[in-house]
């Protein structure tokens, strides 16, 4: 039975070299959820990102054939511990979450059909701050002001990145197709 988990202290943390065994480890129980639905699965957000402050939640991006077969697959997910929350403010998305024993929220399930825009949207920005650790530098940077400014108030939080994030999503766009 997944827990309530609507009180989120806002904590960003050094990268984790973790992060990455923890996604593949969890990527391998999903597509065994999933089943053949499942296209790819992608580790995307800041723990993807080398070198960087980010909250310590693995977020992944899963990529499916059908987005509407998802829906009778969510007691797949719910046996993996999974809260399924359906569009969660994004249409077309199917979005779980999943939290440890103590309620404190470790991973993040965006899946999408194939082709959906949102897809390349995640890919380009994770891949851009890769290649540019400068500008992924300045992500950090600014998560750790938020956090210490907003470490109760996960919306202000949200929003205070929404203009860095945005800004780095067109240059993204402008450079993932020489890539």
């Given at each position: 039975?997944?827990?309530?988990?609507?009180?989120?202290?806002?904590?960003?943390?050094?990268?984790?070299?973790?992060?990455?065994?923890?996604?593949?480890?969890e990527?391998?129980l999903?597509?065994?959820?999933?089943?053949?639905?499942?296209?790819?699965?992608?580790?995307?957000?800041?723990?993807?990102?080398?070198?960087?402050?980010?909250?310590?939640?693995?977020?992944?991006?899963?990529?499916?054939?059908?987005?509407t077969?998802?829906?009778?697959?969510?007691?797949?997910?719910?046996?993996?511990g999974?809260?399924?929350?359906?569009?969660?403010?994004?249409?077309?998305?199917?979005?779980?979450?999943?939290?440890?024993?103590?309620?404190?929220?470790?991973?993040?399930?965006?899946?999408?059909?194939v082709?959906?825009?949102?897809?390349?949207?995640?890919?380009?920005?994770?891949?851009?701050?890769?290649?540019h650790?400068?500008?992924?530098?300045?992500?950090?940077?600014?998560?750790?002001?938020?956090?210490?400014?907003y470490?109760?108030n996960?919306?202000?939080?949200?929003?205070?990145?929404?203009?860095?994030?945005?800004?780095?999503?067109?240059?993204a766009?402008k450079?993932?197709?020489?890539?």
């Open positions: 039975m997944s827990r309530k988990l609507d009180f989120f202290k806002v904590e960003v943390v050094p990268h984790d070299p973790n992060w990455r065994s923890a996604f593949e480890t990527s391998k999903i597509a065994l959820a999933l089943t053949e639905n499942v296209v790819a699965i992608h580790h995307i957000g800041s723990t993807a990102i080398p070198q960087i402050h980010a909250k310590p939640i693995i977020d992944m991006l899963v990529e499916v054939k059908d987005i077969k998802v829906d009778t697959q969510t007691s797949a997910m719910e046996a993996l999974y809260e399924a929350m359906g569009q969660f403010g994004i249409s077309g998305r199917r979005f779980f979450r999943k939290g440890n024993e103590a309620g404190i929220r470790t991973h993040h399930i965006h899946t999408f059909e082709a959906a825009p949102q897809i390349e949207r995640h890919l380009a920005f994770r891949d851009y701050m890769i290649s650790p400068e500008n992924a530098q300045q992500y950090s940077e600014l998560k750790r002001e938020l956090a210490n400014k470490f109760d996960i919306q202000g939080y949200m929003d205070g990145k929404d203009g860095f994030i945005k800004a780095m999503d067109m240059k766009a450079w993932r197709p020489s890539h």
